[in-house]
C-alpha cells in the first residue's frame, strides 16, 4: 500500500537554528513526493516537490532530496525563522494514479526568537 | 486572482441532519479534490473529479457520503445523517494538472453535535 510517515512534532527551534523533519514513505512504484506548509490561518500550501530519485526540490530556504535506497524525503533549512512558524506535511502520489495524495500526519514547528 | 473559497467556513450540526459544503475551485482548473482532516491527522482523500465526473470516489467513507460536480466547477459535498464521527475539517483544493501543484481553499470545520 500506500504511506507516509513523519516525525512527530511538535518541534520548537530558536531563531538560526538547522531544522530537519524526517519524512519516509512506502509505495507502490515510485511515487512523486511533496512538502505542503499550512502557516496559522492560512490553507495548505505547496512547498517543494520532487518527481524521480536523486531529484531535490528546494523553495524558501527548504531542500529535500528524494532518497529511493532509503524511501526518505527529509525536510531541512539551514537557518529557520519565526516566519517558518507553521505545520509541515509530507505527501506522496503513486506513480500512474494521479489523483490520490496520502498525506503524513503533519509536523508542528515553533521558531522562537 | 482568486484562490479556492469554501463555505460555510463553520457548520455545527446535529447528529442525524443532512449537509452541505460547498467548493469553488480556481477558475480553469479541471481537476478537485475533497479531503478531510481530522485532529492532529494529515488530509485524507475522499473523492477527485476530473471535470463534471468523479473520477475516483474510492476514499468516501461509505455512502451516506455524496459529492456532484454538475458543470465542472463548483462542487458540493452531501453528508447525510451525520455523525459525531464526520466532525472534521473538509478540505477541497484545485489542480490545473496531476502534477501535485494542488490549491487548497481554508476547508470547512464541521461539527455534528
Known amino acids: 500500500g500506500n504511506s507516509v510517515t513523519q516525525m512527530e512534532g511538535p518541534v520548537t527551534l530558536s531563531e538560526e537554528a538547522f531544522l530537519t523533519i524526517n519524512c519516509t514513505y512506502t509505495?507502490?512504484?515510485?511515487?512523486?513526493l511533496f512538502w505542503y506548509v499550512q502557516y496559522p490561518g492560512e490553507g495548505l500550501q505547496l512547498l517543494l516537490k520532487a518527481t524521480k530519485a536523486d531529484d531535490k526540490g528546494s523553495n524558501k530556504g527548504f531542500e529535500a532530496t528524494y532518497r529511493k535506497e532509503t524511501t526518505s524525503f527529509h525536510l531541512e533549512k539551514g537557518s529557520v525563522q519565526v516566519s517558518d512558524s507553521a505545520v509541515y506535511f509530507c505527501?506522496?502520489?503513486?506513480?500512474?494514479?494521479?489523483?490520490?495524495?496520502?498525506f503524513g500526519t503533519g509536523t508542528s514547528l515553533t521558531v522562537i526568537p | 486572482g482568486a484562490g479556492v473559497s469554501q463555505t460555510p467556513s463553520n457548520k455545527v450540526t446535529e447528529k442525524g441532519k443532512y449537509v452541505e459544503l460547498r467548493c469553488d475551485p480556481i477558475s480553469g482548473h479541471t481537476a478537485l479534490y475533497w479531503y478531510r482532516q481530522s485532529l492532529g491527522q494529515g488530509p485524507e482523500f475522499l473523492i477527485y473529479f476530473q471535470g463534471t465526473g468523479a473520477a475516483d470516489d474510492s476514499g468516501l467513507p461509505n455512502d451516506r457520503f455524496f459529492a456532484v460536480r454538475p458543470e465542472g466547477s463548483v462542487s458540493t459535498l452531501k453528508i447525510q445523517r451525520t455523525e459525531r464521527g464526520d466532525s472534521a475539517v473538509y478540505l477541497c483544493a484545485s489542480s490545473s494538472d496531476l502534477s501535485g501543484n494542488m490549491y487548497f481553499g481554508p476547508g470547512t470545520r464541521l461539527t455534528v453535535l
Open positions: 505527501a506522496l502520489i503513486p506513480r500512474n494514479t494521479g489523483n490520490q495524495f496520502y
Open positions: 509505495a507502490t512504484g515510485y511515487p512523486s
